[in-house]
């Protein structure tokens, strides 16, 4: 029987503090604003998908951010859907945004919101801009508005609608409401400055007419603000205290705040701005990342090899090392690109206390051990994780009939390949030395069968006599296995940076999919569920499919493979500092010891 999976999925709760939790720029003006005062006290952040895709592994790094934030320090984290577009969201995107903030380990208990919440608010607010002279209803057509806007370091020009009166604005947002224009004939603006050398400053459109059915509030509207309208003022309407954003929102910060002085409301939140998470050998455009589900390059959002949640929750990755990889990568003001061997790591690091070790064939070769009784069958007691007794143990049977993996033999292999050849003994894993006595092959020269007798005094793996052999191999007894599909993932992209020069699909890896039909695993798997975590020994880590296994047909994804090359980067980092370190050193001591002579000669 397999056993579960540890769970270590559960991020702090809300008021317990991460230990040892890296401090940031953003951490320290929340400390700052409670030792002032500001808020009193409070810390209230908010995380503000749209629902018009499926998050990805950049969008964990904010949910970690904004509710890791409030863990810390005893605050309140909201989620909040900005479902302000209706012609682009759907309720599938609501319930996997939802679905992907738990799985991650988090929780915003009672504070679930919407935009379209406040959507009467929201207009009611718009009024009074009009009442206050600082909004009006514009004709111009959507390309006459980008014109008029202008350019960087140009100036743009005064719609010919601006000067409208306020009784007239009012009578025409109005009937914007009531849905007797169409879409694209007006729009509300915020009148403020076209010659401010910050375009989003150049009378901002407010609201648009979208005559759209809205998965929640219907037909009721046919009007619907723009983000940066409803974005602040929601927040504020939640007494958000620290609204964090990606760095290209810090344009929009100016705007942010002008709503903020302008309009009649009790809080007033901070927006703050950090880069975004850019990965190597990853795309994380929700466009691209459309493009390829709608253009079959993948099999589907969930598909594994996806940087969407889904698809790494599908592959295999925990909720934890996500977390931990999140923890790691920090917060910064400027943007830069991390190395995914560094989110692999952080895979490979979880994975290695949680996950059991049992033995799977990919690529079968058949062994026959000759002078092993054809009838007896044997088992051994075989540990689920070597240093971790508490995750048990299973048996593992054997028998004369074994498959081994078929790049474990070699005929007539050079000197340094150290596993089965004619005439070579090795160890399979907790059972016996064998030596390979024989090579079958078929018509077309192919090895089908290897022929191998055993040494019955090496139960266990260890020779009484005290000889050493240099392998050690993993098996599978053939009465027994069961077969199983497995699914090995390479990445996506074979540029670093696919979206350089703006053609992901140049760089687009064809053979980022392996499907292996005829693999054996070890009978303890046969009550293995839908996502279960495991280590096929010296073959990588892999999953149990949550859409495509059952119990008579087992599918496996990978995971990661066993080699870590972020491992190799970190050592190679730590070695490259204590030579510098040591040769800043070894420098300083000429320094001095050329000081002290010049110091001699001078006495002289």
Known sequence: ?????????????????????????????????????????????????????YLHIGHAKSICLNFGLAAEFGGTCNLRFDDTNPSKEEVEYVNAIMADVRWLGYDWDHRLYYSSDYFDKLYELAVGLINKGKAYVCDLSAEEGRKGRGAFGKPGTNSPFRDRGVEENLDLFGRMRAG?????????????????????????????????????????????PTYDFAHGQSDALEAITHSLCTLEFENHRPLYDWFLDNLDVEHRPRQIEF???????????????????????????DDPRMPTLVGLRRRGIPAAAIRNFCDRVGVAKREG???????????????????????????????????????QVEEFDCPYHPVKPEMGTRKVPFSRVLYIERGDFMENAPKKFYRLDVGREVRLRYAYLITCTDVIKDEAGEIIELRCSYDPDTRGGNAPDGRKVKSTMHWVSVPHALGAQVRLYDRLFGAQNPLEGDDWKASFNADSLEVLTDCAVE?????AEAGFQVQFERQGYFCVDTVDSAPDKLVFNRTVSLRDAWAKIQKAQQQNQASQKKNKQKNKNKQKNKNKQQNKQESK
């Open 523 to 527: 009978p303890s798997l046969a009550s």
């Open 337 to 375: 690109v991390v190395d995914i061997t560094l989110l692999e790591h952080a895979i490979r690091e979880e994975l290695n206390e949680t996950s059991p070790r049992v033995m799977g064939v990919l690529r079968p070769l058949k062994v026959v051990i000759e002078n092993y009784p054809e009838d």
């Open 1 to 53: 029987m397999a056993p579960s999976n540890p769970k270590n999925d559960k991020a702090p709760e809300i008021g317990e503090e991460a230990a040892g939790a890296p401090t940031h720029f953003i951490k320290e003006i929340i400390e700052a604003d409670n030792t002032s005062g500001k808020h009193d006290g409070r810390v209230a952040t908010r995380f503000p998908p749209e629902p018009n895709g």
């Open 180 to 224: 007797e224009f169409d879409e694209g004939s007006r729009v509300l603006r915020a009148k403020i400055d076209m010659a401010a050398p910050n375009m989003n400053l150049r009378d901002p459109t407010l609201y648009r007419i979208l005559k759209a059915e809205h998965h929640r509030t219907g037909d009721k509207w046919c009007i619907y």
């Open 275 to 301: 880069a975004k998470l850019n990965l190597s050998y990853t795309v994380l455009s929700k466009r691209r990342l459309l493009e390829m589900v709608t253009d079959d390059f993948v099999s589907g959002w």
